[in-house]
């Protein structure tokens, strides 16, 4: 049987803000962070502390020492009438309790979850709050097991401990690859170490391949960290061949060393939309989608960016009458020829200089490399794509989103053959941004 450690009892709070936790204990017993439980006679809720207040039933009682007025066996009596410490609890889940183990009532609830009348007890959004004066104490193994999963099974990645007990506390790997998922937290909060950590736990896990957009060389290879100096070992180092790490752009090094392979980007791969998605970035006006439509539809989707980049502007000839006109090759010469504003169309072509001057972006790559990160990531390797010197959000957003829309398309037609055909169902694919 457990320890069970109960640290104070429930005065107030609400659904739309944190339960109000009167401390009993010592407040160096708990820390921020910690994981908690509050017991009602039927339901458990399951919460976290986000907040230690200090506080004081009369704030005279709060300004001055009660030794310097009392005697000090009295102001031993009075500090824990007088002064306390309140917890800010935040409410993640509930789940319902059920009878006393020992009750005549526990037999009946068990029998009827046995014959399909009940649902199991399971951990559910919190739609109810606990009575005042509930009791609150920290969380046990089995209760970080209920909510994050019984470490012996095989899917469940360790990924730390809890504070205040060192209980472990377990990612499920086969349902973390089934949703999107977030790292959130201040600067130096230690986002990329526990990233770093969860996607180990994927390699290892083993059931899904990996794409990590590395905008800052910090998951391929070994590093050191800055607050302590230790080595941080690199998911190259850790996993070997397993995991390969790509170099944007050709002759691009990762840390000094030479990548697996180089990436460059085809001008033929880039496509309306993925200029589109840069509207923010490039700051284009709301007439550019008439603009790439008409490029599309006169030079065709493979050659549209090619022969927009060699268009000159501001070029003219004269005309048998002497009067200068746009000259062919222009910008202006195509725009009219087309239907299209000509202000739009130079406009976009000043504004698509930033695309044009990219030198990863090629028209005639030296090698497939987009082919070759899918045919890994289909073979069950890692990719971990390094963007090198490349670290403008322009760069970013293009590669990030011309590649997951032909990842994404190219999964979309393994899923499609998967479900009209025998073949073997397309591997998870989880996308690191």
Known sequence: MEDIKYIGKVVGGGLKESFVVRLEVPASDVQEGAFVIVENQDW???????????????PRFADEPMGNRVAP?????????TLYTNLEVLPSLMMERGPDLD???????????????????????VKTVPPHHARVRLATAGDIAEIFGDTEKKANFIIGHTREQGHPVALDMEKFVQRSSGVFGATGTGKSFLTRLVLAGLIHYDEASILVFDMH???????????????????KSKFGSKVRIVGLGRGAMVRGQNPDFNLEIATRDIQPQDVELLSRELNLKETTPTTLDALVTTFGQQNWLREFREMTVGAVVEDEKGKKIPAPGSVAYWANENGINVMAAEGLHSKLRRLFSL????????????????????????????????????????????LTRLIRRRWEERTNEYRSTDKDKPRPLVIVV
């Open 103 to 125: 009750s005549p009532e526990y037999a009946q609830w068990r029998k009827t979850i046995d014959a399909g009348l009940k649902d199991q007890p399971r951990p559910i959004p």
């Open 217 to 235: 060389n910090e998951y391929g290879l070994d590093d050191v960290a800055s607050d302590t100096g230790e080595k941080v070992v690199g998911l």
């Open 359 to 402: 030198d990863y972006v090629v028209d005639e790559p030296a090698s497939d490399g987009i082919k070759e990160i899918i045919k890994a990531l289909e073979a069950g390797q890692h990719i971990i794509l390094s963007f090198g010197k490349n670290e403008s959000d322009l760069d970013y957003l293009l590669v990030t989103n011309l």
């Open 73 to 81: 066996y009295l102001a031993d009596l009075l500090y824990g009438q």
């Open 44 to 58: 458990l809720f399951y919460g976290l502390v986000t907040d230690l207040m200090l506080g004081a039933t009369d």
